[in-house]
Every structure is written in C-alpha cells, then in structure tokens.
C-alpha cells in the first residue's frame, strides 16, 4: 500500500502497462466507463431529489465516500468536477436558489481543495509535509495560480500556443487524432505504427522526453487537425451532438442513464480528446446493455424515476 501512495499518479498506468500490456488498457477503458456511469447515476439521483426537495444523506455520503476513494486512488478530480458540475445544473433547472448560493459561498475552499490537491497528488504518503510545501512554494499570484490549477487552465495556454505554432512550426493533423477512435481497437503487435493518441502527441511536442501527457480542449485538437476551418467545424460538432442525443437510443424516456451519461461526457469532451470521449461513451453503452443498468427504469412527468413492473 506504501508504494502505491508514493508512486506517481500519473507514472502508475505506465508501470501496469509494461506489465499486462493489452489486457490492462481493455481494463482501464472499461474502469473509466464504469466510473462515468457511476458519476452520471450519481448525479441522476441527487437531481431526482432536488427535484422532489427531498433529501438522503446516508446515500449522499456514501456517493461522496466512493468519489473521493476514486480521486485519491487515481489522482484524477474530473468525476467530481463532473458530479459537481451536474449536481449546480440541477440545481438551476429546478430553482434551487438558496442551495445555489450555499455552493457559491464554499466554492472558494473548493478550488483551494483542488488547487492543492493537483500540488500533493503525486505522492500522498505525507500529506501534512506536502501541504505545507504548497503553502510556502512561490507561486506568483496565488489567485491566479488555483484557478489555473482547479480549471485546467494550462489546456487553454497550449491551446494558444498552438494557434501559432500549427501550420508554421508544426504540420496540421488532418484527422489523424480522430482516427485513433477507431484503430484503439488494433493492438500494437498488429499495428506497430499505430499513431499515438492527442495527448501524448501534444507531450511529444511542446515536453518531449517527459514522460506526460496534455490536453488543449476540443478546439485545440480541431485546431490542430484542421487549423482556422476548426472555427467552422466547432459549431457543427455542437449541432450535430444536440441532434445526437435527441435521437435513439438517446432520446428516449427509458434511457434515462443514457441521457445522463451522454450529458456528463459532453462536459467530459470539453478536455478531453475525441478518442478519449467517444471510446469511454462505446464502453459505457456496451457495460449499460450488458448489465442492464437501466432495467425498470424510466421516466415518469418529468425527471422523476418509476420502477415498473417485470414484465
């Protein structure tokens, strides 16, 4: 247990790769499906009873609890940045002002959290040590600097960085990026020069011989495959995926998680590459139809869930 807590977050998919290979990307696919499904069911049910303005803080602690165990087990904050995003929305969608403005009060220790937990996550085994050198480092502007931090404000400064860099320092994409949504499925002893995916690419770039990965939003990837066209691109993606979730098997009442998962990965998408996204959507409709994670579960008036009758 002491190894993990002080191996890298980031360096320890690597070393479970070297060891497992193929097999454990397969796993950790389905691992990340599996935890948007968890954070979209989440969500589901906390706005289900904003909705009714009932509450169940037993169940509500214990979504907490297995969020948190995730964070500290990977090192990543998106699911709950997720879970935090679709938690306000519900709350703007069924007027929920008073809980609106609770969160807007304890935003600030919030981002604080965030900010230091992006500081200390790469070695948990002292924490009272790492804080306290995140609470002495120069940081400049330490405003600045956790808002950075917490919003993943670097993914907008390489994105500026790549406005000028691409089609003068750099050749464009042309849609390589977008291919690997759809060779991830040919293991490397099959197709060796398959292209790594954009974040890696991006690392290659602008931190090579680190051994990272970064992100530039999806305007930055289309940037990147297609240059100023991305302008126009942009919003067809937008239509196109509003359209999507108004079609089958989306845009029914008895694909409420569906719905839900579709909604926390858009927000997903807006960091993270298209193959990223699309992948982690086809392993959770795959996991969802396998397991039936929807079974008796519909929509009944609005938002609200019935359990109906096996038929």
């Not at 009060?105 to 959290?113: G, K, N």
């Not at 860099?165 to 050749?171: L, P, Q, T, Y």
Request: proline share 3%.
């Amino acid at each position: 247990m002491e190894s993990f807590l002080v191996s890298h977050w980031y360096l320890r998919q690597d070393e479970l790769f070297a060891r497992f290979g193929d097999p454990f990307v397969l796993y950790s696919r389905m691992s990340l499906a599996n935890q948007i499904i968890f954070a979209s069911s989440a969500a589901l049910y906390v706005g289900i009873h904003l909705q009714g303005r009932t509450r169940n803080w037993r169940f509500m602690v214990l979504i907490a609890f297995f969020l948190i165990t995730q964070m500290v087990m990977s090192g990543n904050r998106i699911f709950i940045a997720l879970f935090g995003l679709a938690f306000l929305t519900s709350c703007w969608v069924y007027g929920r002002k008073q809980m609106m403005l609770k969160l807007l009060i304890i935003s600030p220790a919030v981002l604080l959290v965030f900010s230091v937990w992006a500081y200390v996550r790469h070695d948990i085994s002292d924490l009272g040590e790492e804080i306290a050198s995140h609470a002495q480092a120069d940081v400049g502007n330490r405003v600045t600097t956790t808002l950075i931090d917490t919003t993943e404000g670097s993914c907008v400064m390489i994105l500026l960085h790549m406005v000028n860099d691409f089609g003068s320092k750099f050749d464009y994409l042309y849609g390589v990026s977008y291919t690997k949504a759809i060779t991830f499925v040919l293991p490397r002893r099959i197709y060796p020069d398959k292209p790594n995916n954009f974040p890696t690419l991006l690392a290659d770039l602008y931190e090579p011989g680190e051994i990272t990965s970064l992100g530039a939003t999806q305007l930055g990837e289309l940037y990147a495959n297609f240059g100023f066209l991305s302008v126009l691109l942009l919003p067809v993606v937008t239509v196109g995926l509003m359209w999507l979730s108004n079609r089958p098997p989306f845009g029914t009442e008895k694909h409420v998680l569906i719905e839900a998962v579709l909604f926390l990965l858009l927000l997903w998408s807006v960091l993270a590459s298209f193959e990223d996204s699309f992948i982690t959507l086809v392993f959770a409709l795959l996991l969802i139809r396998c397991f039936t994670f929807e079974r008796h579960l519909s929509f009944s008036g609005s938002l609200q869930l019935s359990y109906e009758k096996a038929q």
